[in-house]
């Protein structure tokens, strides 16, 4: 059974920087799209970014230019670095598979932009 462990969240003042990494186990890691949702509070978990198996990306429009996804199968993780945060980017951050996410879905990591 697939696990995946999110880390790395925290308190951030406006324009900090974070870096979420998620563990994941099971072998088909590698050949799977992964992504990375958020949900804010009050709000619907929606995907963030994506990368697949190749390392094509994707964003959504409002963290292009400031988020960065990336993986690295020999460790099984994949990882978002977050820059120039904002409060907006307050949420719960989670990671997945994207073509058919698993449940239960991880615990997430925190992530609040607050001066």
């Known amino acids: 059974q697939v696990q995946l462990v999110e880390s790395g969240g925290g308190l951030v003042q406006p324009g900090g920087s974070l870096r979420l990494s998620c563990a994941a186990s099971?072998?088909?890691?590698?050949?799977?799209?992964m992504g990375w949702y958020r949900q804010a509070p009050g709000k619907q978990r929606t995907l963030v970014a994506s990368?697949?198996?190749?390392?094509?990306?994707f964003y959504v429009d409002s963290v292009k230019g400031r988020f960065t996804i990336s993986r690295d199968n020999t460790k099984q993780t994949v990882y978002l670095q977050m820059n120039s945060l904002k409060p907006e980017d307050t949420a719960d951050y989670y990671c997945?598979?994207?073509?058919?996410?698993?449940?239960?879905w991880g615990q997430g990591t925190q992530v609040t932009v607050s001066s």
């Open positions: 990368i697949t198996s190749n390392n094509i990306t």
């Open positions: 997945n598979f994207v073509t058919r996410p698993i449940e239960p």
């Open positions: 099971g072998s088909i890691f590698k050949i799977k799209t």
